[in-house]
């Protein structure tokens, strides 16, 4: 069974900094992507950044240079950090784990964390 647990959010100053952990469940050798979304106040959920399994990073423009994605999966790992933030990336954080077998990508969910930049 599959569980992603999130943490590190919470209430920072605009230009101010947090690292989001997720831990998941299984051996991390078993995604093949990994990543975080975010769901602003009243908005759909969408992609901040994705690792892939050879280490290859994607980052939505509105946090590319401020935020960067790594795995480890000798931890089971991922994270997060986010600087500069601003009060726009207010937003409940999901990490995303995706296997893909057999041609079906399968996507597992942690249960969000909130992060909030606000002065």
């Known amino acids: 069974h599959v569980q992603l647990v999130e943490s590190g959010g919470g209430l920072v100053q605009p230009g101010g900094s947090l690292r989001l952990t997720c831990v998941t469940s299984?051996?991390?050798?078993?995604?093949?992507?990994m990543g975080w979304y975010r769901r602003p106040p009243g908005s759909l959920r969408d992609l901040v950044a994705i690792?892939?399994?050879?280490?290859?990073?994607n980052y939505d423009l509105s946090v590319k240079g401020r935020f960067t994605i790594t795995r480890d999966d000798a931890k089971n790992t991922v994270t997060l950090q986010m600087n500069s933030l601003k009060p726009e990336d207010t937003a409940v954080y999901f990490c995303n784990a995706a296997t893909l077998r057999g041609g079906v990508i399968t996507d597992y969910w942690g249960q969000g964390t909130q992060v909030t930049v606000t002065s």
């Open positions: 690792v892939s399994e050879l280490g290859t990073t």
């Open positions: 299984v051996n991390m050798s078993s995604f093949y992507s």
